[in-house]
C-alpha cells in the first residue's frame, strides 16, 4: 500500500508555553478509514488542522500523497474533502445550488447530481438549507466535501447530535467512498463508530499518540477480552485493587462510577474466585456483569479518563 498521510515528529506550540502537538507521528495507508481518538484538548484538532493546511506546524514534516503543503498548496486541495463537525452553510440557498457552489470550487468535480443521489438528497434539491433536519444538514455538510471529487476525506465528528438512522446512513456513505478507493481520516467520540468503520486508528492524549493498532488489536492488547464489574453494598471500598488482582486471570483492576471493574483474559476461572472471595469476606454482591471490553476500556485503562472527560 502507498501512504495517503505520513508526519513525523509534528510540534505545535502556541506563545511559545501551550505544547498543543507534541512530537506526533501518523502515517495513513491508501483506502484506509483510519481513527483519530482523544479526549477534547488532546491534540487532536490541532493536528487534524495541520494536515488539512489550514494551520502551520511549529516544527515537524506533513506529506499528503506525498506533497507536502509548501510546494504543493493548491494541488493538495484538490485532493481533500473536509466536514468538519458543525458547518455553517447558507441557509437561504437550497441544497443544489450549494452543492454547485462547492463543485465550482475544483477542476474536476463530481456530478452534483450524483452526489445528490449518493446522499440520500434528491428529494430536498430545490429545498432551503435552512428548512433540512439536523441529520439532512450534516448529509449536506459531506456532500459539499465529496463534490469535489476527492482522495482524501477528513470527517471531524460526523455524527454528532444525529440520530441512529442518520448516523447508520453516513457510516455506509463513508463505507462507499472507502470501497471506491477514498482514504478517511475519521474523529469521533461514539466508540462504536470507531470500532465499526475505522480500520487502525490512534489515540492521542497530551498531544502524543499513546497507542495505535486496529480496534481489535488494542482491545485485545490493552483489556484482554472480558471485563467484570461488580459492586457489593458492605465493604469492597475497603478492599485494596492489589487483593482483586490477585484473583485468576485478572491483568487490570479499576474504579468506575462505583463499580469494580476487572480486566479479565480468562472468566470462567476469575468469576468462580471473585465469588469465592467475596463469600470469604462476608460481603453481599449487590451487582455482576460480564461484557466484552471496548474501546472506551482502553481508553480508561491507559489515561485513566473516559474520552468525554475533559
Known amino acids: 500500500m502507498s501512504v495517503a498521510v505520513r508526519c513525523r515528529n509534528l510540534k505545535k506550540t502556541y506563545d511559545g508555553k501551550v505544547e498543543a502537538v507534541a512530537g506526533l507521528d501518523l502515517e495513513i495507508q491508501v483506502g484506509e478509514c483510519f481513527g483519530l481518538l482523544g479526549p477534547n484538548g488532546a491534540g487532536k484538532t490541532t493536528t487534524i488542522e495541520i494536515l488539512e493546511g489550514l494551520l502551520l506546524p511549529t516544527s515537524g514534516e506533513v506529506e499528503i500523497f506525498e506533497k507536502k503543503w509548501s510546494t504543493h498548496a493548491q494541488e493538495l486541495r484538490e485532493l481533500i474533502g473536509i466536514s468538519l463537525q458543525e458547518t455553517r452553510l447558507g441557509e437561504k440557498l437550497s441544497v443544489r445550488e450549494t452543492i454547485n457552489l462547492f463543485a465550482s470550487f475544483y477542476q474536476n468535480p463530481r456530478q452534483p447530481q450524483e452526489v445528490m443521489e449518493d446522499m440520500a438528497l434528491t428529494e430536498k434539491a430545490d429545498a432551503w438549507v435552512g428548512k433540512l433536519s439536523g441529520g439532512q444538514k450534516q448529509r449536506l455538510a459531506v456532500a459539499t466535501a465529496l463534490v469535489g471529487n476527492p482522495k482524501l476525506l477528513f470527517l471531524d465528528e460526523p455524527t454528532t447530535g444525529l440520530d441512529p438512522q442518520s448516523r447508520r446512513q453516513l457510516w455506509d456513505i463513508i463505507r462507499t467512498f472507502q470501497q471506491r478507493g477514498g482514504t478517511v481520516l475519521l474523529t469521533t467520540h461514539y466508540m462504536d463508530e470507531a470500532e465499526k468503520l475505522c480500520d487502525r486508528l490512534s489515540i492521542v492524549d497530551h498531544g502524543k499518540i499513546i497507542a495505535s493498532g486496529t480496534p481489535g488489536e488494542l482491545i485485545e492488547r490493552t483489556c484482554g477480552a472480558q471485563m467484570i464489574e461488580f459492586a457489593t453494598s458492605n465493604g469492597d471500598a475497603t478492599i485494596s485493587r492489589e487483593e482483586w488482582r490477585k484473583l485468576p486471570g485478572v491483568e487490570a483492576v479499576h474504579q468506575d462510577d462505583g463499580l469494580t471493574v476487572l480486566n479479565a483474559r ?45
Open 266 to 310: 480468562e472468566p470462567h476461572a476469575t468469576i468462580p474466585a471473585l465469588l469465592a472471595a467475596v463469600e470469604e469476606r462476608g460481603l453481599r454482591l449487590d451487582h455482576l456483569t460480564t461484557r466484552q471490553a471496548s474501546l472506551e476500556d482502553v481508553f480508561v485503562q491507559l489515561t485513566g479518563r473516559h474520552l468525554r472527560e475533559e
